[in-house]
């Protein structure tokens, strides 16, 4: 299970069985955790491409990767459908989900950036005809063809299609491509009646969408 943020393993994590820290240098976050009878590895390294290819060479070198069976994009998406809000969870992949809980099955393509406006969503979704974007889960897909393992991407909206972000968050990522929790806050304070606001809204977003995610996964059967 590959994310970019811890936070959005964490509605998962609540209704998981043990979990174990795995001694993986090189990757922020590597856990493991029993569910459903199913061994499970979850690893966050940050937003984008090449930090996802980073961490994924780190398990690729481990004497255990051969009993990797699948590969899942879970974490946070933009909508670009209109009609999705918030908490609403978005499937694609290679392989049928079955689940109890409601979820919309549809496209999701993968920005080298955080897609900050409005306008940048809609044109993506003109141009790609995809319902969601995120920042990984085409580079979780090409790796998992390498290894011949089958892919899902289970997402969930955090922010809206009409919705344009408080902050252009693409400002501030340090050398290595993670987002600065220090240069956003100061960028906030520059503008604390519409960044702060917007901020504290994303923030509750995001936690609402990480229970929304743990909820669906207690539901589905893989």
Known sequence: MVAAEEL????????????RPLDWPGIRVAKEAQWKGDR?????????????????????????????EGIISIGFCGALNSALAV????????????????????????ADRVVVSAEEKRALAETTGAIAVD????EVSRIAREWAV?????????D???????LDFNRYRDSHGRFSRGRIALAALGRPFTAIPGLLRLN??????????????ANCEF
């Open 87 to 110: 908490g609403m969870v978005v499937v694609t992949g290679e392989t049928p989900v079955t689940c109890s809980a409601s979820f919309v099955q549809g496209g999701i393509c993968s």
């Open 40 to 68: 499970w590895w979850l690893i966050a390294n940050g937003p984008g491409a090449g930090l996802v290819s980073e961490a994924l060479r780190v398990v690729a070198a481990s004497k255990e990767r051969p009993n990797v």
């Open 160 to 166: 809206t299609a009409g919705e344009t972000l408080p």
């Open 150 to 158: 089958p892919v899902r991407g289970i997402r969930v909206v955090s």
């Open 8 to 19: 959005e393993f964490s509605g998962f994590l609540k209704r998981c069985g043990p979990v």
């Open 204 to 217: 509750r977003n995001c936690k609402l969408a990480a229970e929304t995610l743990g909820e669906f996964f």
């Open 135 to 138: 920042m990984e889960f085409a």
